[in-house]
């Protein structure tokens, strides 16, 4: 009969190219992330993204392959069933044999897609190698696989449901026919030695009554771990050989540039662009509150919460370590001084809100709060303003002696 | 053949099950404590010893060597028995060994609340303890090889296998890790330094999980559970496969704790590709034990105990994909340092290891009693208290780590980070409430299984000595046809120098090359020994164990660099005995927290970090400002590390504390300036001195 055959060659086929497919795109997405290295994992938005893909990605592979061993389980059923209807009355129904066939047919191709994907799937881990992110290729090609793994799960349902169809059919017109009590389905995946015939597989060990059994390794495991050592041998190569996966200090790098490059493209298109030549003193109360709160949180542990200096100088006096002028604290906040305690914030801050708790600093000048710390540096007086107390300016160069 | 009649001992079983469940509630009591202090901070008592820096260890070390290892204990000495169809080799050795572990935990707790640690994670004890251990463990290895050898069965089962590897390869681990020198009774240097350090230590701390925690217990596994569901093992192929595949390869995977850090990458690869195939071998005894349960399943409806096994094996299962996922680059990216790390590692430590013991000891005791348990039904309810407890434990901490990851990665589009470190812990408190919550019911639950233990005891007779008999083991004539593994099963000995094997070239190749080739720690010119005062600042850093919260090592990332600076290269390191890079950032990294903040604010700050750093969590540690530094310890300090190879001239041990006195002195001006009040040898201007330091000395070459 040569629908079995064909049955028996294309199950065959299809179970080869399923498992070629599975080993190849399980080990690409995750060679891709693995060694990808992406830099993208530093900004805060791709990476559990890449990898939800990849999960996604995963999981569909994987409803493929249970879908298709339980359309392959179906056919077969549905064969076994043929085979005895046949001998009971031969040749009679040719016709659905043909339709199985061309179905099965119609299946081949759906399995080859899945291959195909993994192939290319391969060729892109090739071709992004030298891209430092997800670049626009590999998400197309990340999509385009979820794309063709959805189709290939729709059109396994729509198999599944043209045999169950028949099937129901079938048990309508022979309600006689007994349904024969398969392997199920679990069994089959793990390759599970039905419990009543386990006395086949005992080995006969007697370990204070534990005895053991020579069940075969389930193929998804043993198959697992192959892929697994696949997997290291690309990735070490990756790393190592071809070098095509970035080193750790690569991937810094290219995360700085490309940070550098978004800076400058954000900075270009907004007016925050203030640096310590450019600053002037804001004057409006929503700017000089802003100043005030980035103050609160940052400056108040060194500087007081009134500016009246603790750990750091006194702020709202007239002598200034560094300058007193607004470009002066600007600078003082953005480099800091290091080596005197004063760390630089310009990681931290914006230049704007630099701006801003600068323009904060000076307006508290003179305020004169309540456990003020002695004055240290240089007397400043603000350009246009007037006099000058020589003793103030005596006693700062006492308080500078002592405090160095 | 000739029926020889004999007894098991049960009594030494007894005594390690009684400990095991002391011991399973006192560590649990620590953990729980710790994690209170994460949003209480004034939970600490401001008591030196009951800070989480001393807490933490002392949980780490009460659960995995105290209650797992009695756990492991309590089941071999009873499956060893059954398993060879002999008494214990010797009963006197086995007191020793119970008395002498015991012994060790006590002394282990002591040490480590009084401050005397090695600074080394899951490798804390001093140098005394660690000699009591390897003695303690060579009492074992007799007693346990005695009893193979009088076996009257003929194979080895495969439950055997492990314990065998179990033994050779925590010897190993512990002798390696500890090579250190002693300064004085209670204090020593490892001989190792820096990214060396790191690399031994981890090789230690992966495989103290992989040889303590889970290849033992998968003995025990093999043991309990089969007996428990009354079934068959599922795969004796599946054994041989995942036992080899599976001690050798998890001895490779250490790396993987050190991605991104200053180990050579090369190393980390290796760490990373062993990690990922290891996931075959661990799920091979998941499903070795799940499928056993095949044609059972009706009895896990029924059986608490096989309840407790199922999602054992079950969190061994997720334990084991997780942690090889955790090993890829780009999720270790987000997941290490963080609380991620710390849920997965529950996952394993409660799931895995606590299920197992709980689950050992429900069906252990009452066997030993003669007497059913008092109540099946509250071991359900422990079983259910502490399932929910695990969830509500760990994913409020996957949840937690998550976050803050991401929020040490996002910048603003000005290029600025967006979060201040504090904002990203202060965050994420309520998920530390509620996974204390978590952590409570668990706890709770043991305390059921105690009281329902307690019951089944008073109501049965325990049977010390249990009859058995066995034929004695005959000349062995047999020369059918085996299977092929069976030959090694005849030979303990041959196993044993074939587990060493498998399990030493991991190690070897992943060790050598990065203590003997140059060009792995490249050396950096400006990089200086650590003066007196910081040595010793550096020594009270180790006490008060603030690795447990900030790591010391700047990973090459944006944000890691914009935060914290330059990223950490190995040449940094090499004076660095032990190394102090940390597995968790509950606090900024320090690694270049050198001349980031005046004296005074370090004075402050370790008074009250709260004055500091409004809504922190770090403890007070008003102690520094009142305790004398330990200057009589100074010179043995010196030259200790003269012995490590740290080029301080000769003879600069018997200058050293006057050259402490000058550096302390400065600082103490420096902070009279800033009001502050404070005798020079007082502990915190060591302190001072040594954060002062960190990270500083790569800068010198940038400027000259």
Redesign the interface.
């Known amino acids: 009969m040569s629908g079995i055959y064909w049955y028996k060659k294309l199950n065959n086929k299809a179970y080869r190219s399923i498992l070629t497919g599975a080993v190849l795109l399980c080990a690409a997405p995750a060679a891709l992330a693995a060694g990808g290295g992406q830099p993208a994992k530093e900004s805060s938005m791709y990476d559990p993204f890449v990898i939800t893909m990849i999960i996604i990605m995963l999981i569909l592979l994987l409803a493929i392959g249970l879908l298709a061993n339980v359309v392959m389980g179906a056919a077969s059923y549905y064969y076994q069933k043929e085979k005895e209807r046949e001998q009971q009355k031969s040749g009679a129904s040719a016709v659905a044999a043909v339709t199985t066939v061309l179905l099965l047919l119609f299946a081949a191709p759906v399995f080859a897609q899945g291959g195909n994907a993994a192939i290319d799937a391969a060729a892109t881990v090739q071709a992004t190698s030298s891209f430092g992110g997800l670049s626009p290729t590999a998400f197309y090609f990340i999509v385009g696989v979820i794309g063709i793994e959805l189709l290939v799960v729709f059109m396994l349902l729509y198999q599944l449901r043209v045999f169950l169809a028949k099937e129901k059919l079938q048990q309508d017109l022979a309600a006689q026919v007994v349904k024969k009590p398969g392997v199920s389905f679990w069994d089959k995946m793990n390759k599970l030695k039905p419990i009543e015939q386990e006395a086949q597989i005992d080995l006969g060990h007697d370990y204070d009554g534990i005895r053991e059994l020579d069940n075969r390794l389930p193929p998804w495991w043993l198959y697992g771990f192959y892929v697994s050592i696949i997997f290291a041998a690309v990735y070490v190569w990756r790393f190592h050989v071809s070098h095509t996966a970035p080193s750790s200090a690569e991937e810094l790098q290219i995360a700085m540039v490309k940070a550098e490059e978004q800076k400058a493209l954000y900075l270009k298109k907004s007016a925050s662009n203030v640096d310590e030549n450019t600053v002037k003193v804001l004057t409006d109360a929503a700017e000089i509150a802003g100043g005030e709160k980035v103050f609160i949180q940052n400056c108040a542990a060194c500087h007081g919460k009134a500016g009246e200096g603790s750990v750091g100088p006194n702020l709202t006096d007239d002598y200034w370590l560094h300058g007193g002028s607004v470009k002066d604290v600007f600078k003082s906040i953005k480099y800091g001084w290091p080596e005197k305690g004063m760390r630089s914030w310009k990681d931290d801050l914006s230049p704007m809100q630099i701006a801003q708790v600068s323009s904060y600093i000076k307006s508290i000048h003179g305020t004169n709060p309540p456990n003020a710390k002695a004055q240290q540096g240089e007397l400043y007086k603000e350009e246009g303003a007037g006099n000058t107390n020589p003793a103030d300016s005596l006693n700062n160069k006492v308080a500078s002696a002592t405090n160095k | 053949m000739q029926v020889e009649q004999f007894h098991y001992d049960n009594k030494i079983v007894k005594q390690f099950a009684y400990a095991t469940a002391l011991w399973g509630i006192v560590g649990m009591i620590a953990g729980l404590w710790a994690a209170i202090q994460l949003y209480a901070p004034g939970a600490t008592l401001n008591f030196a010893p009951t800070t989480f820096g001393r807490l933490r260890p002392l949980h780490t070390n009460a659960v995995i060597f105290a209650f797992v290892g009695n756990c492991i204990f309590t089941g071999v000495y009873y499956?060893l028995q059954?398993?060879c169809?002999a008494r214990m080799y010797s009963d006197k050795l086995s007191k020793l060994h119970f008395w002498g572990w015991q012994g060790i935990i006590v002394a282990a707790a002591l040490t480590l609340l009084l401050g005397y640690t090695t600074g080394k994670e899951y490798a804390e004890l001093e140098w005394p303890i660690d000699i009591a251990i390897t003695l303690v463990w060579v009492v074992f290895g007799i007693n346990m090889f005695g009893t193979i050898i009088k076996r009257r069965?003929r194979?080895l089962?495969v439950a055997i296998w492990f314990y065998i590897a179990t033994w050779v390869t925590v010897a190993l681990l512990h002798i390696v890790n500890s090579v250190e020198i002693p300064v004085s009774l209670f204090k020593s240097y490892s001989w190792y330094a820096g990214v060396q350090d790191a690399l031994v230590q981890w090789w230690y701390g992966h495989n103290a999980v992989a040889f303590f925690l889970t290849t033992p217990i998968l003995g025990l596994m093999y043991?309990f559970l089969?007996?428990a569901a009354n079934r068959?093992?599922?795969?004796?192929?599946?054994?041989i496969?995942h036992f080899w595949?599976l001690i050798f390869i998890y001895i490779w995977a250490g790396p993987h704790h050190l991605l991104?850090t200053a180990l050579p990458?090369?190393a980390?690869?290796l760490g990373?590709?062993?990690s990922?195939?290891l996931?075959?071998?661990s799920?091979?005894g998941m499903?070795n034990g799940l499928?056993t349960l095949?044609?059972a399943w009706d009895k896990v409806r029924e059986e608490p105990v096989l309840k407790f096994f199922v999602v054992a094996v079950t969190c061994y299962g997720m334990a084991t994909f997780e942690g090889p996922m955790m090993s890829?680059?780009?999720?270790n990216?987000?997941s290490h340092f963080t609380d991620w790390t710390i849920a997965h590692v529950h996952i394993g430590g409660l799931g895995w290891n606590g299920f197992m013991a709980f689950g050992m000891l429900y069906w252990l005791i009452p066997r030993m009693w003669g007497t059913p348990l008092h109540s099946k039904k509250l071991a359900t309810n422990h079983f259910w208290l502490g399932t929910i407890g695990i969830v509500i434990y760990a994913i409020p901490l996957y949840w937690a780590g998550?976050t803050q990851a991401?929020m040490w990665?996002?910048?603003?589009?000005?290029?600025?980070?967006k979060f201040?470190f504090l904002e990203t812990v202060t965050h994420i408190i309520p998920m530390y409430v509620t996974r204390s919550i978590g952590g409570s019911l668990y706890l709770i639950g043991a305390f059921l299984m105690v009281y329902n233990l307690y019951k089944t005891i008073k109501k049965g007779r325990f049977i010390a000595n249990e009859a058995a008999e066995a034929a004695p083991l005959e000349k062995h004539t047999s020369h059918a046809k085996e299977?092929w593994h069976r030959w090694i099963e005849k030979k303990p000995m041959t196993m044993l120098v074939l587990s060493l094997i498998v399990v030493a070239i991991g190690g070897a190749i992943e060790m050598i090359p990065t203590f003997l080739v140059k060009s792995n720690v490249p050396t950096i010119a400006s990089v200086r020994p650590y003066t007196p005062l910081e040595l010793q600042g550096r020594d009270i850093y180790v006490r008060e164990g603030c690795y447990t919260c900030h790591s010391q090592m700047i990973?090459?990332?944006?944000?890691e660099?914009?935060?914290y600076g330059e990223?950490s290269k190995a040449g940094e390191f090499v004076y660095d005995h032990p190394f102090q890079w940390g597995s968790k950032r509950t606090g900024p990294d320090l690694a270049r927290e050198g001349?980031?903040?005046?004296?005074?604010?370090h004075y402050?700050h370790m008074m009250d970090p709260r004055?500091?750093?409004?809504g922190s969590i770090m403890p007070a540690y008003g102690w520094l400002l009142d305790n004398k530094i330990d200057t009589a310890s100074t010179p043995a300090k010196i030259r200790a590390m003269q012995k490590l190879g740290v080029p301080y001239p000769a003879g600069f041990d018997k200058i050293a504390n006057k050259d402490l006195m000058t550096q302390a002195n400065g600082i103490r001006i420096n902070l009279k300036?800033?009001k502050i009040e404070t005798p020079k040898d007082a502990e915190i201007v060591a302190l001072i001195a040594y954060l002062q330091r960190l990270g500083k000395d790569i800068k010198a070459t940038a400027k000259q």
């Open positions: 499956s059954r398993l169809k069965e194979h089962y043991y089969p007996k068959p093992v599922y795969s004796y192929r599946l054994s496969i595949a991104y990458d090369w980390q690869s990373t590709v062993f990922i195939m996931i075959a071998p799920w091979g499903l499928f095949r044609g890829l680059k780009n999720v990216a987000i998550f991401q990665k996002t910048f603003t589009e000005e290029g600025q980070l201040q299977y990973r090459p990332f944006r944000d660099v914009a935060r990223y001349g980031k903040y005046p004296d005074s604010w402050n004055i500091m750093s409004p300036m800033d």
